[in-house]
């Protein structure tokens, strides 16, 4: 089983940035694709962006492309999402998750952390 913890989320004014973490432990990660998704309130949750952990291939979501950018640290197993130019439709709860494959449909993805909330305020 692996299980994955995020941190870094917070409250920031329109424009700023923040640095989500995913710490992975249990099994090993190293054959799966990390995904970061969000969920607002009242909304679907919405995938983000993911990232292989062997190769460290990424892809994003088009509405946070340029801003956004996904990062790993395999020695630590844990993977980042460094949010720059943050606007007020990014607020949500954002969570990373680990699948067998490069999908963006959350119903592919295994494991889950628990979510931190991000806030930007207008």
């Known amino acids: 089983q692996v299980r994955l913890a995020e941190s870094g989320g917070g409250l920031v004014q329109t424009g700023g940035s923040l640095r989500l973490s995913c710490a992975a432990s249990?099994?090993?990660?190293?054959?799966?694709?990390v995904g970061w998704f969000r969920q607002a309130p009242g909304k679907e949750r919405e995938f983000v962006g993911r990232t292989s952990y062997r190769d460290g291939n990424v892809f994003y979501t088009n509405s946070v492309k340029g801003r956004f950018t996904i990062s790993r640290d395999n020695a630590n197993n844990t993977v980042y999402l460094q949010m720059n130019n943050l606007k007020p439709e990014d607020t949500a709860v954002y969570s990373c998750?680990?699948?067998?494959?490069?999908?963006?449909?959350?119903?592919?993805?295994?494991?889950w952390g628990q979510g931190t909330q991000v806030t930007v305020s207008s």
């Open positions: 998750a680990v699948s067998r494959g490069p999908y963006t449909s959350s119903g592919y993805y295994d494991y």
């Open positions: 249990g099994r090993t990660i190293g054959s799966y694709v």
